[in-house]
Structures are given as structure tokens and as C-alpha cells.
């Protein structure tokens, strides 16, 4: 069984900042590629960043300048570095990692159950 749990999601200001982490346990052998997907109130899930196994990084466009896609893989963590956050923000920040296990050698997605960033004053 593989876990992903995100954690780092708050309350914050318009124009604050905040740093979301999400470490993966379980039956990992290798991390692939990591993901940022963030799903705001009556919206569809949408992509938001993409860190490589060679730690090549990826935004959309709303994103870009403001978040930072980073991950420690000796941790088995991945991090995304919010700043200048806007109410658009807004919604449930979730991560997705493909990821070998050591049961089988195939590579799978896996989600994690996602953390709370509200941007509101």
C-alpha cells in the first residue's frame, strides 16, 4: 500500500504565503514524476505545477512567479511554495505522485486525500 498525505493548508491573507508539503509512505520503491492539483468551490480539479525526476518543474500560467515546485526525494516529500496568494487560490490543494512499488514493478498514479488553503480576508 502506498500513502500520500498533504499537510500545510490554512486560513491565510490575500498576499500571504504558505508552503504545502506532501510525503509519501508505504510500498515505495521510486518516485517519478510529482503534482500540484488544486480543485476551487464549483470547479473542475486542475494541474498546477509538475516537479520531473530530474527536478525539471512545470506551471499553469495563473501560478507562475507567485508557486514553486520543489521535493526532497531522500524524504520521499513534495513541496509547493505558495506567495502572494489571491483569493483565486481558493480550494483543496492535492497531490499526485507516480510512484514503483516494491510489491510490483509497474508504475502507478496515486492521490493523496488533499489540505484546505482559504485565501480571505
Same mark, same amino acid.
Do not use: H
Given at each position: ?7 500545510? +493548508? ?29 480543485? +476551487? ?81
Amino acid at each position: 500500500q502506498v500513502q500520500l498525505v498533504e499537510s500545510g +493548508g490554512d486560513l491565510v491573507q490575500p498576499g500571504g504565503s504558505l508552503r504545502l508539503s506532501c510525503v509519501a509512505s508505504g510500498t515505495v520503491f521510486s518516485i517519478g514524476t510529482m503534482n500540484w492539483y488544486r480543485q +476551487g468551490p464549483g470547479k473542475a480539479r486542475e494541474l498546477v505545477a509538475v516537479i520531473d525526476s530530474g527536478s525539471g518543474t512545470d506551471y499553469v500560467d495563473p501560478v507562475k512567479g507567485r508557486f514553486t515546485i520543489s521535493r526532497d526525494d531522500a524524504k520521499k516529500t513534495v513541496y509547493l511554495q505558495m506567495t502572494k496568494l489571491k483569493p483565486e487560490d481558493t480550494g483543496v490543494y492535492y497531490c499526485n505522485a507516480e510512484i514503483q512499488t516494491t510489491i510490483a514493478p509497474r508504475w502507478y498514479y496515486y492521490w493523496g486525500q488533499g489540505t484546505q488553503v482559504t485565501v480571505s480576508s
